[in-house]
T-cell receptor
Framework: DTEVTQTPKHLVMGMTNKKSLKCEQH?????MYWYKQKAKKPPELMFV???????INESVPSRFSPECPNSSLLNLHLHALQPEDSALYLC????????????????FGEGSWLTVV | DAKTTQPTSMDCAEGRAANLPCNHS???????VYWYRQIHSQGPQYIIH???NNETNEMASLIITEDRKSSTLILPHATLRDTAVYYC????????FGQGTRLTINP
């Protein structure tokens, strides 16, 4: 089973709203990721969590706030977003979060489509 | 992480083998070659990866040249469902996507 589940599949929010995207995996993976994908562009890495600790933040604006409450769950809290933040948000996970990452396959969820109005 | 160069688009006839090239001339010894694909509006799907040796699984084969500066992904019998954007990624730590190859399988 290589399933990463993301909810909701679609979200529309106003610029003053606070919302969250959720991600769950039960593969025992200890690294989890958030990517952002704009239309007709490749996915871009936002955050990496390793053993529930934030290890990489790709200079993402503070209106995006990640949280890893346990090894199976990853949240992305959204607040005061702009219309240009509308995108597909992808969650992913892999076996390890430290040491040699390169040989550990990263598995992606189907994404959450976010529209900011 | 080393960068990759892929053709922007390719076409292949249904039932034929699709051969997708990738150049990664600056690859380092500890970097793996990964292939993912993304069908419209879906999350990226892992296909295959390798370090030095050729690899094969139920989806595809990966051929890596001896000097590791290029590789080819082979879909042995392409179907219409293989139409997607295919990403070749060279990875040490981060998985960084390039522009990929838009593969269209024609009936």
């Amino acid at each position: 089973d290589t399933e990463v589940t993301q909810t909701p599949k679609h979200l529309v929010m106003g610029m003053t709203n606070k919302k969250s995207l959720k991600c769950e995996q039960h593969m025992g993976h200890r690294a989890m990721y958030w990517y952002k994908q704009k239309a007709k562009k490749p996915p871009e890495l936002m955050f990496v969590y390793s053993y529930e600790k934030l290890s990489i933040n790709e200079s993402v604006p503070s209106r995006f706030s990640p949280e890893c409450p346990n090894s199976s769950l990853l949240n992305l809290h959204l607040h005061a977003l702009q219309p240009e933040d509308s995108a597909l948000y992808l969650c992913a996970s892999s076996q390890e979060g430290s040491g040699s990452l390169a040989g550990n396959t990263i598995y992606f969820g189907e994404g959450s489509w976010l529209t900011v109005v | 992480d080393a960068k990759t160069t892929q053709p922007t688009s390719m076409d292949c006839a249904e039932g034929r083998a699709a051969n997708l090239p990738c150049n990664h001339s600056t690859i380092s010894g500890n970097e793996y070659v990964y292939w993912y694909r993304q069908i419209h509006s879906q999350g990226p799907q892992y296909i295959i990866h390798g370090l030095k040796n050729n690899e094969t699984n139920e989806m595809a084969s990966l051929i890596i040249t001896e000097d590791r500066k290029s590789s080819t992904l082979i879909l042995p019998h392409a179907t219409l469902r293989d139409t997607a954007v295919y990403y070749c990624i060279v990875r040490a730590q981060k998985l960084v996507f390039g522009q990929g190859t838009r593969l269209t399988i024609n009936p």
